[in-house]
């Protein structure tokens, strides 16, 4: 075959990540690479760890970024936290809790499992009944932000009774970092991790983690080694950390860090309280728009996420028919349903770059014309109407 | 602290890597985000995949990049290939020779080291008699290109000796994928590794790898899991295979990947034994101009990489001084050395976009110059002469 350079056919975003990039990253990514140990990168770090900081709400010194994709943020956590024989409270409610309970068995761990509705929020009272069944639990693990459905979770709730219960926690806040409010340190969480290309607007590859001295101190004190070396936290901080002697561990991924560090700046500049509610004005619009279609969505009102949109396929619609003409008519991407949802619901994201007011409008201007060319009888005037009436209320 | 966008100041990268990155890869990083399942996406990875066997000079199926710098790949080889109790031996001629052995005690296996000089090949014979003392090995791993030192390894006789004692093979070619021979079906290696910041001229953040069918089937046949999820190639496979389903895996880094891409494109462009001549030919030049300012290389000539030039640092010469002055006043980055070597020796790269006459010439004037203030006596007129001379001859 005859390979050409790749030139893709842009595509507007509006799925569980990534999600649209905003220009001023993409440029930055192309900036002229230097080396991992040069001064000027150096500095460089320390400005991302900053700004780390400010999106996370924690003064963590250990917040940084992982040189991988959220899947080896999770596994940072995991693999530095998790002893061979440790008990671990895993709360699922979607693939990803799921995916912690893999994480957990693979360090030689023993997961025991709270398990809610696909769709729901975790059920604290769940968790407290679980700690109480098994005082020997060591750690306490869960999504904030479940991707694969929508739900939020009472994060502070949730911490509050583990460390109640002498757990240490481990929190996943992919989806919802810079998309809605995590506050790591008001939390009192112990070990977070995100990733970069959802409500960051950044491009995937990097996972954004951060710990509290409580967590690092049971890193220092493990009685085995971290099976992992190249996630190993007591070796990365040796290049990472704020000592003026930096050493190397592992060549970062230089460019990809650009792009972050401009990323933040964008969060930083725009103020993370107004990107909150930026993604909570343009989910009501959304939402206004998607609920003149008889679009319902899975997750209860109060504990669904503004920045995750899943809602039911309705009876007689197929779903791969409308992705597909969705992305080849539109380029307009909305996500498939995950796991025990495949084929039963959209999720649309409105994450970072890609939650704006233009983006509302077109998805349902497009979702809504692809459904009446398959007979659904959606009235567009009505539908867009609702949703500029609410994006004009917020 | 006021946070602005970062702007680095452009330098000229030749030490252990990064490298130079050829300004039509910068380019294609900034290309828009396109979804990790988009077909167009899922086209260009079939692409990339067969333009990394071209690199390796494979015909493995599983030929791809991991989502991760260079020493994630060496882990995904490890993790995959070693089960606990294995006995594996380990060639240690370097740093990265060593990482190998703490990739093997994290993976619950047995290292038994053959060592050899730092700046030197890995010795066959010790490799041989190793294994004749250790019958019950299972496993043979060595680095091709020890980026510590610059020497290169035989690796067509080692693998022919480990399996000869019916052992697989994990071979690190970081250093020298694309910048001299590297033969993985000639060879017959069953795992090998590398970097995308070196010889490929691409930014740092993935690490190709191919695995031989031999190799698969010591991972398929595992009694235990593999002890990492991200790198568990079982799954990785579900969304690299070449089946039609794509299914999740991780979210891929898109925008290095479209790095990746044309930087591979460009190797096949200028094809891959023209570029191992380019990298020999701008390094006898290299040596020409550094041998007439009295630098010694540390590795014999006949075991020499024509990409990692490693030369002694001249009696009464400050180490960091000399690279400070470099970095600070000529924008040009040398490496330290690493390990026992820190302090003793300069490791001047030649990798990738890097290699090229220009800065053959310019790291000759820069250093010499640098050298001449710091009172050594450099014929700059000869050492440039001889320099010019052999770029001529080639």
Known sequence: ???????????TLMGPGPADVHPRILEALSRPTIGHLDPQFVAMM??????????????????????????????TCFANLVEPGDKVIVCINGVFGGRMKENVARTGGTAVVV???????????????????????????????????????????????????????????????????????????????????????????????????????KVRNRKTKIQSWFLDLNLVM???????????????????????????????????????????????????GLEVMGLSFIVPESERLPQMNTVSIPEGIEDAAVRSRLLHQYNLEIGAGLGELAGKVWRIGLMGYSSRPENVLFCISALGSVLNDLGAKVDLNEALAQAHAALGQA
Chains 1, 2 share one sequence.
């Open 46 to 75: 320390e400005e991302l760890k900053e700004l780390l900081r400010y999106a996370f709400r924690t003064q963590n010194p250990l917040t940084m970024p992982v040189s991988a994709p959220g899947s080896a943020g999770m596994e």
């Open 115 to 217: 398990s809610d509705p696909w769709g729901r929020a975790v059920d604290p009272q769940k968790l407290e009944d679980t700690l109480k069944a098994h005082p020997d639990a060591r750690l306490v693990a869960f999504v904030h932000a479940e991707t694969s459905t929508g739900a939020r979770s009472d994060a502070k709730t949730l911490i509050e009774i583990a460390h109640a219960h002498d757990c240490l926690t481990i929190v996943d806040t992919v989806t919802s970092l810079g998309g809605c409010p995590v506050e790591v340190d008001a939390w009192e969480a112990d070990a977070v991790y995100a990733g970069t290309q959802k409500c960051l607007s950044c491009t995937p590859g990097l996972a954004p983690i951060s710990f509290h001295e409580r967590a690092l101190e």
């Open 1 to 11: 075959m005859t390979i050409r350079s790749f030139h893709p056919q842009v595509r």
């Open 238 to 288: 040796s290049y990472w950390g704020s000592n003026q002697q930096r050493s190397y561990h592992h060549t970062a991924p230089i460019n990809a860090l650009y792009g972050l560090h401009e990323a933040l700046l964008l969060l930083q500049e725009e103020g993370i309280e107004q990107a909150w509610a930026r993604h909570e004005r343009n989910h009501l619009a959304l939402r206004a």
